[in-house]
């Protein structure tokens, strides 16, 4: 079979399905090497800063590595933000999804607000509320998130900071990314694979 027979699903058999798992887990496997691409288009977004996009997530995961963080954490300070690219205003939410089945709650939920705990840094300069994140305070991963903004994000945008390169995170990725951790029954019952 080279493709499927039905153009609309609920014409699909088991065998047509199956044969679509099978690729589908091929595909699934380029998945680091396509987030590599992705984080590579970061060095032409957001002018004005002193590093690329790229640079600053370079420099959060290379902070991360140096302070001996698990390689979750450092793919987590690696693609924090991955979605500027796609979605400006809700690139935290963005990038959370894509690690969510690869990396602990507590990370999940650091990358997913991290932008409301970043604006503590910057959001009185523009109207906006600095505390906000305040709405979490007795959240079990508020001080987490804190942390991970103060030593992974807003301090990385120091063009004289000495980062490794994209291709040195590769194998932390592979690593990362090899097993779905949430993937199980109860996930693919509730968002489906296709
Ligand atoms: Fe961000
Ligand atoms: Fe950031």
Redesign the pocket.
């Known amino acids: 079979m080279k493709t499927v027979q039905f153009t609309q699903m609920a014409d699909g058999t088991a065998a047509e399905y199956a044969f679509l798992d099978r690729l589908e887990d091929d595909y699934k496997a380029g998945l680091v090497d396509r987030i590599l691409v992705s984080l590579e288009r970061l060095n032409q977004s957001l002018s004005g800063y002193r590093v690329s996009r790229l640079e600053h997530c370079l420099q959060a995961a290379t902070r991360a590595h140096r302070d001996g963080k698990s390689e979750q954490w450092i793919a987590a300070a690696l693609l ?2 991955l979605g ?1 690219e796609l979605a400006p205003y809700s ?2 939410e963005m990038a959370a999804a894509i690690l969510r089945p690869f990396v602990s709650d507590e990370i999940y939920w650091v990358v997913k607000h ?2 409301i705990f ?1 604006m503590y840094y910057y959001a009185h300069y523009s109207g906006g509320d600095r505390h906000a994140r305040e709405v979490y305070r007795d959240h079990q991963f508020y001080q987490s998130a804190v942390d991970f903004c103060h030593h992974y ?1 807003q301090n990385c945008f120091d063009p004289a900071y000495q980062s490794e390169r994209l291709e040195f995170f590769k194998p932390i990725l592979e690593t990362v990314f090899a097993k779905p951790r949430s993937f199980d029954e109860e996930h693919s019952a509730r968002y489906g694979k296709r």
């Open positions: 924090h933000d500027d690139h935290s991290h932008g970043q994000d």
